[in-house]
């Protein structure tokens, strides 16, 4: 079993800034990629951000320019950066791994348990 353990979530002004961590540990061979999505009350869960093992990255048109996706393959751990924060970044985000058991040499996709940000105009 592989979880993942998300921080950083909270309260900000808009404008504001956060950064989100967050920890995978357990049966772990590689990761191929993390990421993170984020869910809106009454609105579909949506990729913000993804980096994958060599470094590789992509987002979401409407955080282009603002937010900034990391990791450290080392500790096994993506973050994201959210600087001048807006009311519509308000959600629950949600940490996502791609990763390949250390047991079955198998890849599974995991999601964390959420952390919410709100962001207050």
């Known amino acids: 079993q592989v979880q993942l353990v998300e921080s950083g979530g909270g309260l900000v002004q808009a404008g504001g800034s956060l950064r989100l961590s967050c920890a995978a540990s357990?049966?772990?061979?590689?990761?191929?990629?993390m990421g993170w999505y984020r869910q809106a009350p009454g609105k579909q869960r949506e990729l913000v951000a993804v980096i994958t093992r060599g470094g590789s990255t992509n987002y979401a048109d409407s955080v282009k320019g603002r937010f900034t996706i990391s990791s450290d393959n080392a500790k096994n751990t993506v973050y994201l950066q959210m600087n001048n924060l807006k009311p519509e970044d308000t959600a629950v985000y949600y940490c996502?791994?791609?990763?390949?058991?250390?047991?079955?040499?198998?890849?599974?996709?995991?999601w964390g348990q959420g952390t919410q940000v709100t962001v207050s105009s």
């Open positions: 996502n791994a791609d990763v390949v058991d250390r047991v079955r040499f198998v890849m599974q996709t995991y």
């Open positions: 357990g049966r772990i061979f590689s990761i191929n990629a």
